[in-house]
């Protein structure tokens, strides 16, 4: 079994991680090939063992959590004993521990204090994002220690692909004007969200700097799933992308 191809941030070079794309696994059809979406459609033994292929590139078991778009943060002292919470983002400072995201559309983003023993990792579509899902993640770091914090936005949705309604602006504009600057004219009365960007600026409110990766999922349909794609081609379902950190 070859490792599955992956991308790494130079942020992160101090920790062991990776942002997983759609390459490497053993699901075909609309999931080939490498789904890591156990909320998917696909055949639950080909998630199995495209789950396996990236713990085995990664040198642990995934641990991941029930996403709902939240801004919740849990801390992850120890492989679930049961059910997994229902939160988008996780934190730990126990080496061995992988933490996952899975994304298809939505930012996944990577964070390490290395000196500090610290990591996290968070789902931060829109709505987590502008609800504070990064803001708690951070928080919930330095809580147990972290202070030099670097991060990495992997593999999202990029501007241009990024169409959206004018109720959706007026979401951003009513918490803050100044989120206009995240969105640029587009077709009639739409505009396109700059997701990474705003990610990397509320990570740059806390004196947190993000690598962004140009790597956008809508653009790249060999490399990378996108649930908008799919929804565009009309394909019923998605895989899901895997981005993974750990100690």
């Known amino acids: 079994m070859t490792s599955p191809p992956h991308w790494r941030a130079r942020t ?36 199995a063992e495209n789950r396996r292929r990236i713990a085995a590139a990664i040198g642990a078991d995934l641990i991941g959590v029930h996403q709902v778009h939240s801004p919740d943060a849990v801390f992850v002292s120890a492989p679930w004993a049961g059910a997994r919470p229902h939160a988008d983002a996780l934190v730990t400072t126990i080496p061995g521990l992988a933490l996952s995201i899975l ?19 968070a789902h931060a579509g829109w709505k987590g994002a502008l609800g504070g899902v990064l803001e708690n993640c951070v928080a919930l770091m330095r809580t147990h220690g972290a202070r030099d914090i670097a991060a990495a936005i992997g593999p999202c949705i990029h501007q241009a692909s990024y169409q959206v309604r004018p109720e959706f602006v007026q979401r951003f504009v009513a918490v803050d004007p100044d989120n ?14 700059d997701l990474p960007g705003f990610c990397a600026a509320r990570l740059a409110t806390l004196d947190v700097a993000a690598e962004i990766l140009p790597l956008d999922t809508y653009a790249h349909p060999a490399r990378l799933h996108s649930h908008r794609r799919s929804v565009h081609e009309k394909l019923g379902d998605y895989g899901r992308n895997c981005a993974v950190i750990r100690l």
């Open 12 to 47: 992160l070079s101090q920790v062991r991680h990776g942002f997983f794309g759609r390459e490497g696994g053993v699901s075909t059809g609309i999931y080939a090939s490498l789904n890591a979406g156990t909320g998917s459609n696909d055949d639950p033994e080909a998630v």
């Open 103 to 121: 994304t298809a559309d939505c930012a996944p983003v990577l964070f390490a204090d290395a000196k500090a023993g610290v990591i996290g990792a």
């Open 180 to 193: 206009a600057h995240y969105f640029a004219p587009s077709d009639g009365e739409k505009s396109l969200f």
